[in-house]
């Protein structure tokens, strides 16, 4: 599990991800919700996903299946290729009836879209064997989750993201104590809320607070907080940590049969209650409906509306008034079946399964209900008759069920953009062929993603596969959803989105567009596919996740604002001073091993081939030639075989976390003081203690068994995984015993000075003919070396990174990272898992429905915010399109003046016809005219330079390419003083 198949999702489940390896769940049911959450189980790594369906597969598809598997059983149908997804899981299909013994054998029972009678038989059974159970339920544009996880479930860590910590700067001796400190960026402070727990560790004087149990913190700001008493311990001297402390908690549950008729639903407000009580009391009351007549209401079937109405009074009498319009809504619609719902309500199943299994984040209590019924609203789908829903002998019946025929055949003319094909845009895709956009005459999806496979896709990326590992995204992706789905069109490009990919993606490809998708994961790319689709007016919706949290925000011109630019998240760069001389985190220490890593690996490598490529070839040429410390560095420590390397790696080790140290305790003594009686090494500036290389000790030995493998690397050497030969190189390697050095380092705040050595001239013609030699030796080549730059997912480089940070870390006193967190603070990864991904990706997909009915009312429309931590889902309207008032008239955000810029003689109108033309149409009198920074016109220069500015076209300066270019231009206009904002104004060049 702690390979780099699973290390995002790890990242999001911690040490609580490594109990799905030995996990058993069992999945009933796999039509579309079945189907969505065993593929999630599997591609997260459960140890073995059990399936089962009684009967054949009557008509819909899900995207396991395909048209050749209709009328087979779905679960044997789809075992193989949930098999495919993942070879470490066993997938297996069970065919008999699910008895109390069979059901004995599992952790988690997910029941989908099965009879109400089915599930609460087998709800009663995991009930009183303490197996957690999961009923998951999908009817058209609504659906149903519930939870049973036992009478005394224990949740290990009900909150996403590492337990706070921050470094302590000083702690008052009072009642209460005031604790200051800062988080690993001093500026930002710490993150502690009130009644958060808390422990101390490695403070100094104040050592009775190491020992103390977990005390409640109250916040005072956002760098002080108070504690307990503190009035009777010993005065703090410094250093120290502070760190969250998350207890367990232990949950109960009701069995299904009484939660059915008293439920405890999860809702935000009392609003959200009185709607998901109603769709309690509908579910149920459809489950009466199809015990009583054999089936589902028929789609838009008033008399059949009515009847689940009525059953869902009569079985929703304790639960208060319903909302009767939504019955009717719900039970219109009921009978379809929709892609987008289906993988919903399957992400939250399988999330839910996972903290069953894991313990980790608070499970849903107990039911929680979702519905798009808003879609009912939009204008066209609010009139479909029966006849326009009935069923075509299509694949798509289910969805023609809710939106009718010719809504499908819309669906098919689409043209989408899908910028990225990682683990939301697979998703997306896999929807889209689902839904069967871009699956008719006319219809085009463009997909387009810079990135190869990596094997840490694999298990949120459901359209991967192990033997595509390298292989472009975009053209697996597009390849694989041609088979879920071989009416789709898809044209997949290997490229990044950006001014230097224009000529592909330009302003015509954007206007013929319907809508544009982000699933993008920086905020560069996804600021500048805004501004395209802002520019041709293109629907964008923009997707997001973290971890278990994830986003959808909806774009529509000219309906809603414009989406803002994200700001970006803290780049993880520190002081140099911080990290030379006075790390207090451990986020400190691992950005230097980043450094490290590369001052190491990589740039020594890179300056000696650059300086051999450009080293001349006569002798007399190399008078006066400067060789740079790294090149001279890398020549003296040229290693000549595998032993060579261990003693490197060995000296390495005593010159940093011994000799250093010590040099800067001889400059620094731990008694120095700043000023009088304010100690130098004092608050965030912890004193350092220098190590003793152990050869016992597992990280001093990992640490040098990693640098000597990367610098044979470097320097082309074979290695050697003898670890009793490199013990040996060790115990017989012996090093002279430091003696510091006066002026040698003189750590300040602001910033380091380092005294270096220069060299003789006669050392240096050695050097040089040294490096000439080595030139020869390659044949006349300059590449010598192999840089190495870091992958955060290579094993090798995390053991170095992890080793030499947590070293560091030893020097300062500063708590150790594991793996995976190192892994994570220095590789800068976000977080990820598959639940997530496809229930953000399904969110989209709904507003996808709305844009193609091309609905004009904002309220149809929804943003959301996901907590799949919590099961918390947040649907708000976008806000609308803000106004302006210029020059007496009301604009919006939206609009702009647009001009067709050809002049009389047909070529790009000069200034002076533009400025004409502001004049004629708009009564305006331009006084500046800007392209950008350049200034095209200005109305305060002499008359000359006027009549220069006036006479240059628009073009000139502006790259010619096949199609007409469309300059945005900025200007000002007298008696513009007291205006705030103006419309743009774009000018297309023939």
């Known amino acids: 599990m702690a390979g780099a198949r699973y290390s995002r999702q790890l990242l999001v489940l911690g040490g609580g991800g490594r109990r799905l390896r030995e996990a058993a769940v069992l999945v009933g049911g796999l039509r579309g919700v079945g189907a969505q959450a065993a593929a999630a189980l599997v591609l997260a790594g459960a140890r073995r996903v059990v399936l089962h369906e009684s009967g054949a597969a009557p008509g819909g598809v899900q995207f396991l299946q395909g048209e050749r598997g209709v009328g087979r059983n779905r679960a044997e149908v789809s075992q193989q290729l949930l098999a495919a997804l993942n070879p470490d899981v066993e997938v297996s299909v069970h065919p008999g009836e699910l008895s109390e013994e069979f059901l004995a054998a599992f952790q988690v029972v997910l029941l989908t879209e099965s009879p109400l009678e089915e599930q609460l038989r087998i709800g009663d059974i995991c009930h009183a064997k303490g197996i957690c159970f999961i009923v998951a339920d999908a009817k058209g544009l609504a659906g149903q989750l519930f939870c049973d996880f036992g009478e005394h479930f224990v949740v290990r860590d009900p909150v996403e993201g590492d337990p706070l910590c921050a470094t302590v700067q000083h702690v008052s001796q009072g009642n209460p104590g005031i604790v200051t400190c800062a988080g690993a960026d001093k500026n930002r402070g710490h993150r502690f809320s009130d009644g958060d727990l808390v422990v101390f560790s490695g403070v100094e004087g104040m050592v009775e607070l190491n020992s103390s149990e977990p005390c409640p913190v109250h916040v005072l700001d956002a760098f002080r907080l108070e504690i307990g008493d503190t009035s009777a311990f010993s005065p703090y001297r410094g250093g120290g940590r502070i760190s969250e402390v998350r207890p367990r908690q232990e949950r109960s549950y009701e069995p299904l049969r009484r939660a059915l008729a008293m439920p405890r639903i999860q809702t935000r407000s009392s609003t959200e209650l009185l709607r998901s009580r109603t ?589 799949l931590s919590e099961c918390l889902l947040f649907r708000i309207q976008p806000l609308p399109a803000p106004t302006y008032r210029y020059r007496g008239k009301e604009w919006s955000c939206w609009d702009r003046l647009e001009v067709r810029a050809i002049g009389e003689d047909g070529q790009a109108m000069t200034v002076r016809e533009l400025l004409a033309w502001l004049q004629e149409e708009h009564g305006w009198t331009v006084t500046k005219l800007l392209r950008g920074s350049t200034m095209l016109y200005d109305g305060e220069e002499d008359e000359e330079m006027r009549a220069r500015q006036q006479a240059q076209r628009l073009s000139d300066g502006v790259e010619r390419c096949a199609e007409p270019r469309q300059l945005e231009l900025q200007y000002v206009c007298a008696g513009d003083e007291l205006e705030d904002a103006c419309p743009p104004l774009l000018c297309t060049l023939p």
């Open 279 to 867: 769709l309690h009391a509908a579910f149920w009351a459809l489950h009466a409906f199809r015990q009583q007549r054999g089936r589902l209401p028929q789609p838009r079937a008033p008399e059949d509306a009515e009847r689940v109405l009525e059953l869902a009074r009569e079985l929703g009498s304790a639960l208060g008034p319903l909302d009767e319009d939504v019955v009717r809504a719900f039970a219109s619609v009921s009978a379809g079946e929709l892609c987008p719902v289906a993988s919903f309500m399957g992400a939250l199943a399988a999330q839910e399964a996972m903290k069953a299994i894991t313990g980790k984040f608070l499970p849903l209590e107990q039911w929680f209900y979702f519905d798009a019924l808003e879609c009912l609203a939009v204008e066209g789908a609010a009139g479909l008759m029966p006849e326009d829903c009935a069923p075509r002998g299509s694949r798509y019946d289910g969805q023609i069920a809710v939106f009718g025929a010719d809504f499908q055949e819309e669906l098919g003319r689409q043209k989408y953009f899908v910028v990225g094909a990682g683990a939301i845009g697979c998703e997306l895709l896999k929807n889209f062929a689902m839904m069967g956009l871009a699956a008719g005459p006319g219809g085009d999806i463009t997909v387009t993603d810079m990135d190869t496979i990596a094997r840490s896709n694999l298990h949120r990326q459901l359209l991967f596969r192990e033997a595509d590992v390298g292989k472009p995204k975009a053209e697996v992706a597009a390849a694989a959803v041609r088979l879920i789905n071989p009416d789709i069109k898809v044209t997949a490009h290997q490229a990044q989105l950006g001014p230097g990919t224009e000529k592909l993606f330009g302003s015509t490809f954007f206007r013929r567009l319907d809508g544009a998708v982000s699933a993008l994961d920086t905020l560069t790319a996804r600021a500048y596919l805004e501004s395209c689709c802002i520019r041709s007016r293109t629907a964008l919706l923009d997707t997001g996740t973290e971890g278990a949290k994830g986003n959808v925000l909806a774009m529509v011109p000219p309906l809603s604002q414009q989406l803002e630019p994200g700001s970006d998240p803290a780049d993880g760069s520190f002081p140099l001073c911080t990290l030379r001389f006075f790390p207090c985190a451990i986020e400190h220490t691992l950005q230097w091993a980043r450094d490290e890593f590369e001052g190491l690996f990589q740039l020594p490598a890179e300056s000696v081939n650059r300086f051999l490529g450009e080293l001349p070839e006569e002798l007399p040429r190399w008078e006066g030639l400067v060789v740079p410390e790294q090149v001279r560095r890398s020549l003296q420590e040229r290693p000549r075989d595998w032993g060579d390397c261990v003693r490197w790696a060995r000296r390495h080790w005593q010159l940093r976390y011994h000799n250093s140290i010590a040099q800067l305790l001889h400059d620094v003594p731990p008694s120095h003081e700043s000023s009088p009686g304010v100690p130098f090494w004092s608050g965030d500036r912890r004193c350092p203690h220098p190590l003793t290389f152990d050869i016992s000790n597992d990280t001093h030995l990992a640490y040098v068994e990693a640098a000597a493998h990367l610098l044979a690397h470097t320097y082309r050497l074979p290695s050697c995984g003898d670890r009793v030969a490199t013990r040996d190189v060790l115990c017989h390697t012996v090093l002279p015993p430091f003696v510091p050095k006066d002026g040698r380092y003189v750590p300040t705040v602001e910033g380091v000075e380092e005294v270096e050595e220069a060299l003789e001239p006669g050392q240096l013609l050695e050097l040089v003919q040294e490096l000439a030699r080595w030139k020869q030796e390659l044949g006349g080549g300059t590449e010598a070396m192999d840089p190495i730059h870091y992958d955060k997912d290579d094993d090798l480089h995390l053991s170095f990174i992890t080793a030499a940070s947590n070293l560091r870390a030893e020097n300062y006193s500063i708590p150790p990272a594991d793996r995976l967190t190192s892994q994570r603070i220095a590789g800068r990864i976000v977080p990820a898992i598959i639940t997530t991904t496809a229930a953000v990706a399904a969110l989209a997909c709904l507003e996808v429905y709305k844009l193609v009915w091309r609905c004009r009312d904002l309220r149809c429309y929804r943003n959301s915010n996901l907590f």
